[in-house]
């Protein structure tokens, strides 16, 4: 059972940047195709960002295109989703996890804040 842990959240002010990671434990890493979710309060989760297996493959959501990159590290087992010129509409907890279902079990998140 693959664990995921995300970390690299915080408080920004508008047009700030971010880093998060998602650290994966497990040695089936290079297999899977990951995603970074979000879920903003009351909102239903969403897909940011999305990187195929070796990372030829890669999807962004239309509200992040252009400001947010996805990135992958399969000797480190992590995945990285740097975000640039963030708004305040991008205050979410932000997630990782396989790219569709079944998925792993969901870690706790990140919070993201943007403050105006």
């Known amino acids: 059972q693959v664990q995921l842990v995300e970390s690299g959240g915080g408080l920004v002010q508008d047009g700030g940047s971010l880093r998060l990671s998602c650290a994966a434990s497990?040695?089936?890493?290079?297999?899977?195709?990951f995603a970074w979710f979000r879920q903003a309060p009351m909102k239903e989760r969403e897909l940011v960002a999305a990187?195929?297996?070796?990372?030829?493959?890669?999807l962004y959501g239309d509200s992040v295109k252009g400001r947010f990159t996805i990135s992958r590290d399969n000797a480190k087992n992590t995945v990285y989703l740097q975000m640039n010129s963030l708004k305040p509409e991008d205050t979410a907890i932000y997630y990782c996890n396989f790219i569709s279902p079944p998925f792993a079990s969901w870690g706790q998140g990140t919070q993201v804040t943007v403050s105006s």
């Open positions: 497990g040695n089936t890493f290079s297999s899977y195709s």
């Open positions: 990187i195929a297996r070796t990372g030829g493959r890669i």
